[in-house]
Nanobody
Framework: QVQVAESGGGSVEAGGSRKLSCKIS????????MAWFRQSPGKEREGIAT????????SVADAVKGRFTISRGDAENMFDLQAHDLKPEDTAIYYC?????????????????WGQGTQVTVSS
């Protein structure tokens, strides 16, 4: 079974940067979609960015476009989310997800396997 694990969460001051990493273990498929979502208390889960396993088909949500970047990591089946100019409203649990849709989307229903999440807290 596919396993998904996030790392890199923590506390940061507003205006700072943070890199989150996601490791996909035992993907069983060469090609898949990987996405980052986030959820704040009292809010619905929000799609942030998605990338194809081959490194293309990148999509970034308007809410973070220009500040967040998604990319393949240094190791196989590793993906990074680089967040810059963080704001208090970026405080959330950030989730990594694995999906096999033909098109990589920011819709949570298109993703089958999820990590447990990593907390990012941005202080003003």
């Amino acid at each position: 079974q596919v396993q998904v694990a996030e790392s890199g969460g923590g506390s940061v001051e507003a205006g700072g940067s943070r890199k989150l990493s996601c490791k996909i273990s035992r993907p069983s498929y060469m090609y898949y979609c990987m996405a980052w979502f986030r959820q704040s208390p009292g809010k619905e889960r929000e799609g942030i960015a998605t990338i194809y396993s081959g490194g293309g088909r990148i999509s970034v949500a308007d809410a973070v476009k220009g500040r967040f970047t998604i990319s393949r990591g240094d190791a196989e089946n590793m993906f990074d989310l680089q967040a810059h100019d963080l704001k208090p409203e970026d405080t959330a649990i950030y989730y990594c997800a694995f999906g096999r849709a033909q098109v990589c989307t920011l819709t949570s229903g298109d993703y089958v396997f999820w990590g447990q999440g990593t907390q990012v807290t941005v202080s003003s």
